[in-house]
């Protein structure tokens, strides 16, 4: 561990975000879960099984969501939109507060973990910083510029590799410049961001930059308390409902959330929207063409290939789901990625095709914690496809190159997205 501080200048030179994040995420396992997604669907749209098979088909994603796959518990996995629907709407049968074991020593007492009351009163103070307005202003000053800057490090070399240039970097560093963070304290950010969320390779080292983010994060909200700008972090501080306010701890567990939550998701969620538009060249000829078709194509691609597959709620008293009994203490993991490919719902599910009628996907969850970054996720993926097809021209996979996948048991995206452009 290095004992750089997120204020002094320059991070280890040979430390590569990238590298270090893919080994800890285990790139390269599972290729392609969603024929036997479907197998199942045929038989179950719910099913009880054990917790190794609900959550995980390799060991990795298992570690990296800090599960122990020995204990005995009742486990239901909801593969069927409607059953996915059902739990995500009702927060009081399904609780959130199992993920204080899973993700607590990380991040803290986060919003993902609460239940009702407390989660609205949170989700109304620290919602003020993502209103759609607010993306508005994001956007025009912020995130065109950085999609910009990490397009001007490749475009004249004609050939690159998207994820490692665009996808991967641009999310993390928005979030950055929204917080405020000086530009100089990046890189160092950006390492103890990407340790903290490899926590299922090498906890102790995610412990400690967690740890090190709080106090970094400790200093610039006592500054932001005394002079407040027009950031994230500031927006936060001043936040008031009902005459309650975020505490220190609380603004702490949100900002070292936004990373996983917001940085991570992204990456894979544009780079598997790229990934779909390049291995579907006509597709990416119609939006290159037309633009009036981003929207649509940008909810494709969650639809077909959303970055998070499952996520878990607990069962707070005896319920029913799609017909089955699920007793008092169950463990419900809901299968977002199964659920958007429901035949009852598409037609073609497996198919990646923009011009599909639209209908509500549930890449975003549902209910009281339906993703609260969506407009920003939306907005930062318009911005970095527009600028993709305006300055690099005739975009297409690299046909030298091996063709990329896309891989992940739990969090999903592309190897790699190697690219030619004239
Ligand atoms: C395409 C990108 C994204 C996807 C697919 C996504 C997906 C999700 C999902 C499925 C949840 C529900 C988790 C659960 O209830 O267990 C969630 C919650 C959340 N997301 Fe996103 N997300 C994305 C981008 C973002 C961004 C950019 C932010 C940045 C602000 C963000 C912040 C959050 C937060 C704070 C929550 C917790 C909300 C709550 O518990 O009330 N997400 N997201």
């Known amino acids: 561990m290095s004992s750089a501080e997120p204020n002094e200048p320059v991070a280890e030179p040979e430390y590569d975000p990238f590298e270090a994040f893919n080994r800890s995420a285990g790139i390269g396992v599972v290729e392609n879960p969603y024929p036997m997604f479907a197998l199942i669907r045929a038989e ?153 969320i490899s926590a299922g390779f090498e906890f102790d080292r ?37 005459g309650e306010h975020l505490d220190d701890a609380q603004i702490c567990s949100f900002l070292r959330l936004l990373l ?47 970055p998070l597959l499952g996520i878990m709620r607990t069962a707070t008293r005896d319920t029913e789901i799609d017909g089955m009994a699920v007793p008092a203490g169950s463990v419900v993991a809901v299968n977002l990625g199964s659920a958007n490919h429901d035949e009852r719902y598409w037609d073609n599910a497996e198919e990646f095709d923009i011009f599909r009628p639209p209908r509500q996907h549930i890449a975003f969850a549902w209910g009281p914690h339906m993703c609260l970054g969506l407009h920003l996720a939306r907005m930062e993926t318009r911005v970095a496809l527009t600028q993709v097809l305006d300055r690099l021209p005739n975009l297409r996979l690299d046909p030298e190159a091996e063709p990329p996948f896309i891989t992940g048991a739990v969090f999903r995206a592309p190897n790699a997205l190697p690219v030619v452009w004239d």
Request: charged share 25%; no cysteine.
């Open 206 to 242: 995610a412990i400690s930059a967690s740890n090190k983010l709080f106090e970094y994060f400790s200093e610039i909200i006592a500054e932001r308390r005394r002079h407040p700008s027009d950031d994230v972090i500031s927006v936060l501080v001043q936040a008031e409902l009902e």
């Open 44 to 196: 179950h749209t719910i099913k009880q099984e054990d917790l190794g098979e609900a959550m995980v088909a390799d060991a990795a994603d298992a570690e990296l969501l800090n599960l122990n796959m020995d204990e005995s518990i009742n486990v239901f996995t909801a593969f069927g939109f409607d059953a996915v629907q059902q739990v995500l709407k009702d927060g009081e049968t399904f609780s959130s507060a199992g993920y204080a074991d899973i993700m607590g020593p990380v991040f803290g007492h986060s919003i993902l973990e609460m239940d009702e009351p407390e989660h609205h009163t949170y989700r109304g103070l620290v919602q003020q910083a993502f209103s759609r307005k607010a993306m508005e202003t994001w956007e025009r000053d912020l995130v065109r510029g950085v999609v910009d800057e990490s397009l001007d490090s490749i475009v004249d070399a004609k050939r690159g590799d998207l994820v490692r240039s665009l996808t991967f970097p641009f999310p993390v560093l928005v979030i950055a410049r929204m917080l405020g963070l000086p530009r100089e304290d990046l890189p160092t950010f950006h390492r103890q961001a990407v340790e903290m």
């Open 260 to 306: 996983p939550a917001g940085a991570e998701t992204t990456y894979r969620s544009s780079s598997n929207l790229l990934f779909g538009l390049l291995t579907n060249p006509d597709q990416l000829d119609a939006l290159r063409a037309d633009r009036g078709l981003m929207n649509q194509a940008i909810e494709e691609g969650l639809r077909w290939e959303p």
